[in-house]
C-alpha cells in the first residue's frame, strides 16, 4: 500500500515538472502575456539600473482575502458585515488552548502552527518540545510559568483531536 502512494505521488509530481517544463518552454516562445511576477521582477530590476528607489507593493493578507472574499459573498446575499467582524479569527477554533493563547497575545498564524504540530505529535512528549520550542521565538511571548500552563493546555488539545479522531475512524 505505502508503494502505490508513493508511485502515485512520484508520478504526479513527475508529470507537473514535464507541464512545467512544457510551459516554460514554448510559452516564453510564444508571444503571450507574461505573468505578472515576471513583469514585477523586471521593474523592480529596471528601477534597480535607475538608481530608483523600490516600490514595496502592498499584498493582502491570507486572513484579509479571506474576509474580503467573505464580505463579497454576504453583499450578495443582501447582507453587511459589523463594525467590529474585523476582530473575528478565520482560522482559530475556540478551545481553552486557543483561547489562553490569544488572551496572550499570540498571533492567530502561530496559533494555527501550533495546532498544526499538536495535530502531527505522535505522544505527549512531542506537544511539550513543540511548545518549548515554540517559547523561544520571538512570536510566542510566554515566559517561566506561562510555559506550563501552555504546555498543559496543548497536552489537552493533543488528547481531544485524538479522542476525535478515534471517534472518526471508528
Known sequence: ?????????????LLMQSILLYGFVF???SDEKRSSVFKELERLQNSLKRGKPLERTQVPSRTEMIRAIFADKMHVVGLELG?????????????KFTTFLKDVGVSDDMIDA?????????NEDDVCLLVEAAAET????IKG????IV????IDEW?????MEREVND
Open 138 to 141: 520571538p512570536e510566542l511571548p
Open 151 to 154: 504546555e498543559k493546555l496543548a
Open 83 to 95: 463594525e467590529y467582524s474585523h476582530d473575528v479569527s478565520v482560522t482559530v477554533p475556540y478551545t
Open 27 to 29: 510559452g516564453r516562445r
Open 159 to 163: 488528547r481531544r483531536v485524538r479522542h
Open 114 to 122: 501550533l495546532l498544526t504540530g499538536i495535530g502531527e505529535a505522535e
Open 1 to 13: 500500500m505505502p508503494d502505490a502512494v508513493f508511485m502515485s505521488v512520484y508520478m504526479c509530481a
Open 145 to 148: 510559568e506561562q510555559i506550563k
